[in-house]
């Protein structure tokens, strides 16, 4: 479960993934809500594994 965590600093570490002006999301630039989509995706995902860690203990 641990190794969800890398997904969101994969994600953000491959910067030619993302770095371009579109497409474009209500006026936003592609660059800007791909890093804020990362923000609710990995609060998720910080849950789900300290949940499932709570549950081993």
Not at 40 to 57: G, H
């Amino acid at each position: 479960m641990r190794l969800l965590l890398l997904l969101p600093f994969i994600g953000l570490l491959i910067v030619p993934l993302f770095n371009s002006e579109t497409p474009e999301f209500a006026g936003f630039p592609f660059f800007y809500w791909y890093m804020f989509a990362w923000v609710p995706v990995t609060s998720i995902l910080i849950w789900l594994v300290n949940r499932n860690r709570k549950a081993e203990d």
